[in-house]
């Protein structure tokens, strides 16, 4: 940005009255942002043209090609379904825009290839938005990894679940697509343990179709074992065609060598980190419990929203790279993509990290 008082002015792609897009109409409201929504694009017309009434956007498109071209968006936002998001970033990024993309960044490993050249080529920012890296339990626990306090890692652990049946019914294309919940969901649970773990050499996977949903027409459950570069093992739950279990909604679980941690998280509830340090008496738990973030959206992100794109703005004015960067959005798609191979043909399979 030429400036650090000059208004970051958005275009947002998938805008819908009550999704993740919409958080981004919270952002206005914050003291030390500078962010404007001066574009949208969604389907169909009277949706989107809806939203720019009640929203006071002042334009808005069924074509994100109108939108990503005008000279009043600096930075293009995509929250479109998943297969879009590689077509949608990539022309972003080729009109010399700055992109915050949702994940999946992308679902192939070719587009996430094409995607990390480019935007290097054009030098633009470009954030994954990773939410839960900006959830306040993971913060904290990456701030006690940081600090030395668990020590050396040992093994790691993600796990997110979720019954998608109410999902599928508020948004119906991810059963006609459908959405590959390797990348839909798996990933969210990648990136948390990459934060940490670095770069994932091999995975072995397995997959199986859960049925609780006859017209979904692929696997929707997944168990990944991964061994890092570093020689940390570590797993990742990705079940989705499930009745939803007496458990949080999405998990992580770090053990180093002067202690274990366990986070907790649930959309519109209460979470907590749970800790272990060995050189504790009688080794119970210090727990920190959170109050639940909620805001207007479905999902209660908004706040986890307005922290990453402070981030995103602080890169932004001062040239930083932001995190999750595309390269860390292109990695985590390649242990999606080797675990799918895995599952294919029973073997662990090597993951690309040649970005």
């Known amino acids: 940005m030429s400036a650090n008082n000059d208004i970051i002015r958005l ?6 009255l009550n999704n993740m897009a919409s958080t981004f109409t919270l952002l206005k409201d914050v003291l030390d942002l500078r962010y404007q929504i001066t574009g949208i694009c969604a389907l169909p017309e009277a949706a ?3 939203c720019a009434e009640i929203f006071g956007v002042p334009f808005w498109t069924t074509d994100y090609r109108e939108l990503v071209v005008r000279s009043d968006v600096d930075v293009v936002c995509v929250f479109s379904p998943d297969h879009l998001h590689a077509e949608h970033a990539i022309e972003a990024v080729e009109q010399g825009k700055h992109v915050v993309c949702t994940k999946p960044m992308v679902t192939k490993l070719d587009d996430a290839q094409k995607l990390v050249k480019l935007v290097h080529e054009k030098k633009v ?6 939410t839960m890296r900006f959830d306040r339990q993971f913060m904290n626990a990456q701030k006690l990894y940081n600090n030395g306090d668990l020590g050396d890692l040992i093994a790691l652990e993600s796990f997110y679940v979720h019954d998608m049946r109410p999902v599928y019914e508020a948004t119906p294309w991810r059963k006609t697509v459908p959405q590959d919940l390797m990348f839909g969901g798996c990933v969210h649970s990648i990136d948390v343990i990459r934060a940490f773990g670095g770069d994932v050499d091999t995975v072995h996977a397995n997959a199986i179709k859960g049925n609780l949903t006859p017209n979904y027409p692929i696997p929707d459950n997944f168990f990944l074992n991964l061994k ?3 020689g940390v093992i570590g797993r990742v739950s990705g079940l989705y065609g499930i009745v939803h279990p007496p458990t949080p909604m999405m998990q992580f679980n770090i053990y180093g060598t002067k202690g274990s941690l366990q986070s907790e998280f649930t959309d519109n509830e209460p979470g907590q980190v749970k800790v272990v340090f060995d050189n504790m008496f009688g080794q119970k738990p210090y727990v920190a419990h959170f109050d639940a973030e909620r ?3 479905a999902y209660g992100h908004g706040a986890t929203v307005i922290r990453c794109m402070r981030h995103f703005q602080d890169c932004l004015d001062n040239d930083r790279e932001p995190s999750p960067s595309v390269v860390d959005g292109a990695k985590s ?3 999606g993509v080797a675990a799918w191979e895995s599952i294919k043909t029973g073997q662990s399979v090597k ?3 040649e970005f």
């Open 125 to 130: 920012k470009f954030m994954v938005g990773q």
């Open 295 to 297: 805001d207007a959206s």
């Open 11 to 16: 275009g947002v792609i998938g805008m819908g």
């Open 48 to 50: 989107v043209k809806q």
């Open 333 to 335: 798609v390649a242990v």
């Open 228 to 230: 890092f570069k570093s």
């Open 351 to 353: 993951v690309f990290n």
